[in-house]
T-cell receptor, first 113, second 111 residues
Framework: DTAVSQTPKYLVTQMGNDKSIKCEQN?????MYWYKQDSKKFLKIMFS???????INETVPNRFSPKSPDKAHLNLHINSLELGDSAVYFC????????????FGQGTRLTVV | GNSVTQMEGPVTLSEEAFLTINCTYT??????LFWYVQYPGEGLQLLLK?????DKGSNKGFEATYRKETTSFHLEKGSVQVSDSAVYFC??????????FGSGTQLTVLP
């Protein structure tokens, strides 16, 4: 069984489009995250939700909007995509917001052309 | 501020060589420390962890010891294999509600 799954795995789209990435975890965790990994492999936290409540919101353009319909799902919607949004986006979850390790999805490679 | 600094790569070794990837942290208090591994085309996987000073995490032949006196958590393996080729990330979690990652170290093991 896949613990943290995100879709799609690859996403190629044109500048200016709006797209969503979905994430689901079946671990029963309370906390979920979105990370962005750039071309140099650097990982940066974007958002975190705990029990559907936003607890971390880093300096991310407001074109990025996370949505958590329930604690098992955390989706990422991106408006007006720009070339600089091209990256790999990882969803992750942890037992709670003060828990130890996080479990990661396989990543979504977003390419904006 | 709180941060993690790890050895810059890329690191290239021959099979069966000894591996060390350095990691030091700057943090108040006593964070939990982790090593994650990212194989090509995959997400991050937890490799090992240590939650208090002097703890040693180990997995798949890799080891790291939480050294409070040197604020370090260096990753070691006595004999690397080609299948160990991946990107390795040091990370810590303190009172903040997130994992903070180092910049990653690309390891390539040649046969």
């Amino acid at each position: 069984d896949t613990a943290v799954s995100q879709t799609p795995k690859y996403l190629v789209t044109q500048m200016g489009n709006d797209k969503s990435i979905k994430c689901e975890q079946n671990l029963g965790h309370d906390t979920m995250y979105w990370y962005k990994q750039d071309s140099k492999k650097f990982l940066k936290i974007m958002f975190s939700y705990n029990n559907k409540e936003l607890i971390i919101n880093e300096t991310v353009p407001n074109r990025f909007s996370p949505k958590s319909p329930d604690k098992a799902h955390l989706n990422l919607h991106i408006n007006s995509l720009e070339l600089g949004d091209s990256a790999v986006y990882f969803c992750a979850s942890s037992q709670d917001q003060y828990g130890t390790e996080a479990f990661f999805g396989q990543g979504t490679r977003l390419t904006v052309v | 501020g709180n941060s993690v600094t790890q050895m810059e790569g890329p690191v290239t070794l021959s099979e069966e060589a000894f591996l060390t990837i350095n990691c030091t942290y700057t943090a108040t208090g006593y964070p939990s420390l982790f090593w994650y591994v990212q194989y090509p085309g995959e997400g991050l996987q937890l490799l090992l962890k240590a939650t208090k000073a002097d703890d040693k995490g180990s997995n798949k032949g890799f080891e790291a010891t939480y050294r409070k006196e040197t604020t370090s958590f260096h990753l070691e393996k006595g004999s690397v294999q080609v299948s160990d080729s991946a990107v390795y990330f040091c990370a810590w979690r303190g009172s903040a509600r997130q994992l903070t990652f180092g910049s990653g170290t690309q390891l390539t093991v040649l046969p």
